[in-house]
């Protein structure tokens, strides 16, 4: 083999393990998929010992609101309206995972990209941009907290304000 085609071949297999996903990044996207599809099971499972209670609550209060709310709606309206809750569809396929720090049972995973969403059949797509506390505990890695890098609560104040002018103008002819 010449030193060109070797140099070639070195180059190749560079880029190819470049491109390689990192088991921290695995675990976070596994967290990710977990938390949309509300698998309590597989979130505690990959969620740090510290951040066990936090999760257990945030899965009992999501309970309430996913299963019991529309139940009570349905019997305090005589309706259906209830049911609208629990349907909702939330896609992460468009998110994006690189691990940007790892000292060996520690990593930074930063995650950006977007979500797109239909709730109370209303889509709406939200920019995703967050880092990611992994922890490798029992060998596996599991997510343990993370900071949002955007003001979230302004881009769902506008998003819903467009939804508001969106309803106004329906109803206001």
Request: proline share 2%.
């Amino acid at each position: 083999m010449s030193k060109i085609a070797k140099v070639l071949l070195c180059t190749a297999m560079l880029v190819v393990l470049s491109a390689c996903t990192t088991a921290s990044e695995i675990g976070a996207k596994k967290y990710d998929k977990a938390s949309v599809s509300m698998d309590w099971n597989s979130i505690s499972k990959l969620t740090c010992t510290d951040y066990q209670t936090n999760i257990q609550s945030v899965g009992v209060i999501s309970s309430l609101v996913t299963y019991i709310a529309p139940e009570v709606i349905n019997s305090l309206t005589d309706t259906k309206l209830g049911d609208l809750v629990k349907e909702y569809k939330i896609d992460i396929g468009d998110i994006k995972y690189e691990e940007t720090s790892n000292s060996g049972d520690q990593a930074v995973v930063h995650v950006t990209g977007k979500m797109n969403m239909t709730i109370l059949h209303m889509p709406f797509t939200m920019p995703v941009d967050s880092d990611y506390y992994m922890v490798k505990e029992e060998g596996r890695w599991k997510w343990c907290g993370g900071t949002n890098n955007m003001d979230y609560e302004s881009y769902l104040n506008d998003t819903l304000n467009d939804y508001e002018d969106i309803f106004n103008g329906l109803f206001n002819q």
